[in-house]
T-cell receptor, first 118, second 112 residues
Framework: GAVVSQHPSRVICKSGTSVKIECRSLDFQATTMFWYRQFPKQSLMLMATSNEGSKATYEQGVEKDKFLINHASLTLSTLTVTSAHPEDSSFYIC??????????????FGPGTRLLVL | SQKIEQNSEALNIQEGKTATLTCNYTNYSPAYLQWYRQDPGRGPVFLLLIRENEKEKRKERLKVTFDTTLKQSLFHITASQPADSATYLCALLNQAGTALIFGKGTTLSVSS
């Protein structure tokens, strides 16, 4: 099956610092990856769509200068939370789109990264 | 804008019973709907996809129905087990067809 990994799984940082989260597709190539954020007992909220070789598409209300996304290869997308503040503390999850011939697309999710900003 | 509602935040049932979870959506006619399982502190795991022209889909102890008139999907787990305890999310492709949007989820607890 399609496996997506995220690193780190958990990170604690001081307010004002930047944090980079990596999302990798391990056994397939993903031209499109997605970044979600999830607060406790809330739904996954789509932040942005990351396309390999082009700029990411951000959802309304998500600051592109604060959440930098880079999709430099077909197996790696990174999300950098710049100048993190306590309100950025959340569970960040990436996913990769898989489209198989003759089938509808499916998304495979990474295990998530828990960010705590002190 | 599209809305997805999973009516129950939590559902508690006894082992061996059938769990039924509901997903309703508005302002949209999706080509298909998906169900995911999410365990605490983990990313969602894909379970089933049902297309608009399919009334019902089964996979082992799981059954999903899709009523496009009612704009509703039901997710059933038969002969439930404590290991089925998790949060179950329904998801639709957004209207632009570019990304999935998720309901808040229903947390199922199966007691032995």
């Amino acid at each position: 099956g399609a496996v997506v990994s995220q690193h780190p799984s958990r990170v604690i940082c001081k307010s004002g610092t930047s944090v980079k989260i990596e999302c990798r597709s391990l056994d397939f190539q993903a031209t499109t990856m997605f970044w979600y954020r999830q607060f406790p007992k809330q739904s996954l909220m789509l932040m942005a769509t990351s396309n390999e070789g082009s700029k990411a598409t951000y959802e309304q209300g998500v600051e592109k200068d604060k959440f930098l996304i880079n999709h430099a290869s077909l197996t790696l997308s990174t999300l950098t939370v710049t100048s993190a503040h306590p309100e950025d503390s959340s569970f960040y999850i990436c996913s990769a789109r898989v489209v198989r011939v003759g089938q509808q697309e499916t998304q495979y999710f990474g295990p998530g990264t828990r960010l705590l900003v002190l | 804008s599209q809305k997805i509602e999973q009516n129950s935040e939590a559902l508690n049932i006894q082992e061996g019973k059938t769990a039924t979870l509901t997903c309703n959506y508005t302002n949209y006619s999706p080509a298909y709907l998906q169900w995911y399982r999410q365990d605490p502190g983990r990313g969602p795991v894909f379970l089933l996809l049902i297309r608009e022209n399919e009334k019902e889909k089964r996979k082992e102890r799981l059954k999903v129905t899709f009523d496009t008139t009612l704009k509703q999907s039901l997710f059933h787990i038969t002969a439930s087990q404590p290991a089925d305890s998790a949060t179950y999310l329904c998801a639709l492709l957004n209207q632009a067809g570019t990304a999935l949007i998720f309901g808040k989820g229903t947390t199922l607890s199966v007691s032995s």
